[in-house]
Nanobody, 121 residues
């Protein structure tokens, strides 16, 4: 099993920046796609950004140009740099990872516990 632990959330003024970190621990043959999702109060959980094990990235339209996802495969970690934050970015941010337990195994998904990001206007 792989466990994910996020850190770096907090309260920031509009226009400010935050950096979220997520560290994966546990046993796995490989950790594949890693990503960040968010869920605002009363809303659905939505994809923010994802990075493959090879470093390819994709973003939700709402964060393109403002957020940057990166990963450190040696540390089994993924990061989300958030710039030019807006009040509508306020949400609980969740780390997600797909991993395989053996070579050629199917992907298993794992979620972190979430970290609150609040952007004040």
């Amino acid at each position: 099993q792989v466990q994910l632990v996020e850190s770096g959330g907090g309260l920031v003024q509009a226009g400010g920046s935050l950096r979220l970190s997520c560290a994966a621990s546990g046993s796995a043959f490989s950790i594949n796609d890693m990503g960040w999702y968010r869920q605002a109060p009363g809303g659905h959980r939505e994809l923010v950004a994802v990075v493959t094990s090879g470093g390819s990235t994709s973003y939700a339209d709402s964060v393109k140009g403002r957020f940057t996802i990166s990963r450190d495969n040696a540390k089994n970690a993924v990061y989300l740099r958030m710039n030019s934050l807006k009040p509508e970015d306020t949400a609980v941010y969740y780390c997600h990872a797909y991993y395989s337990e053996y070579e050629g195994g199917y992907d298993i998904g794992s979620w972190g516990q979430g970290t609150q990001v609040t952007v004040s206007s």
